[in-house]
């Protein structure tokens, strides 16, 4: 089950990361595309040599750190997301608006985000860091290349993820 858990979180984390990546530092990036073409002008050169070694120095290990960096919201939400099925599970089982009792005492919610965000940043320490497990998944998901599976997985876990968000949302608006 960890193992499972493990991958689950990195599939997330790589999903996120190379969408980010392709996104804002491919798609969105002018000196990128300038990249592709051969110009004689030797200014362009140059400012297409500067977003070469600014993609350099972000690299590490073959990981550009902004992004990632980025891309580590996605398990902090995925721990959100546990937290708000457990609520949801209180207010649907055993009748209890967990919800309202958290958000209307300033004494409970303070401390339990205190708790969540400690507990979030130790999952990702377990299942991502440790080791730099990431790194060996990212390695093997791009040697699998099983991007439609990896990509499925990542768009039904979000889909999953807003309905719960949107449950729990409606539990407290009610």
């Known amino acids: 089950m960890i193992k499972l858990l493990e991958k689950y979180y990195n599939i997330n984390y790589y999903c996120t990361y190379k969408l980010l990546f392709i996104l804002c530092w491919r798609m969105l990036n002018p000196l ?14 140059w400012l297409v040599s500067i977003g070469k070694k600014t993609e350099e120095a972000g690299m590490d290990k073959g990981i ?6 980025r891309a580590l919201s996605t398990p902090y939400i995925i721990s959100l997301w546990i937290f708000s099925l457990a609520c949801l599970v209180c207010s649907k089982i055993l009748r209890v608006q967990l919800v309202r009792i ?12 205190i708790v969540i ?5 130790y999952i990702n320490e377990i299942f991502l860091f440790k080791n730099d497990k990431y790194e060996k998944y990212f390695a093997k998901f791009d040697k699998e290349k099983k991007y439609l599976l990896y990509y499925g997985i990542y768009v039904v876990s979000l889909i999953v993820l807003f309905a719960t968000f949107y449950l729990l949302l409606m539990e407290i608006v009610v």
């Open 102 to 113: 958290i958000l209307e005492n300033d004494i409970i919610f303070f401390p339990l985000l």
């Open 117 to 121: 965000g400690v507990c979030g940043y």
């Open 64 to 69: 550009y750190l902004p992004y990632s960096s």
């Open 32 to 45: 990128y595309w300038l990249s592709l073409l051969k110009w004689d002008n030797r200014y362009i050169k």
